[in-house]
């Protein structure tokens, strides 16, 4: 997978109109303003570079940077 931390970082702080630096591994995203339609579009987008097993549910269950991370980045078994 070609996706790395600060890919996935960078593409959620320019989906959310703020720095990268200010997103925290616990934070809820869904606080944010993050929505299912946007986590949609970065379920889409990430599928197209290279994680071509990932699903909504994978994301939406539980909306923290860090999980988030973890599952792209393959570090979660």
């Not at 931390?5 to 720095?19: P, S």
């Not at 606080?31 to 290279?50: A, F, Y």
């Not at 990932?54 to 792209?72: I, K, M, S, Y």
Request: hydrophobic share 40%.
């Amino acid at each position: 997978m070609s996706l790395t931390t600060e890919k996935i970082h960078a593409d959620v702080a320019e989906l959310l109109g703020c720095d990268a630096a200010e997103l925290k591994p616990e934070t809820d995203l869904t606080d944010l303003g993050l929505d299912s339609m946007r986590i949609m579009g970065l379920v889409e987008q990430w599928r197209s570079e290279g994680a071509e097993n990932l699903e909504f549910a994978d994301l939406a269950e539980q909306p923290t940077l860090g999980h988030w991370t973890r599952v792209l980045t393959g570090s979660a078994a």
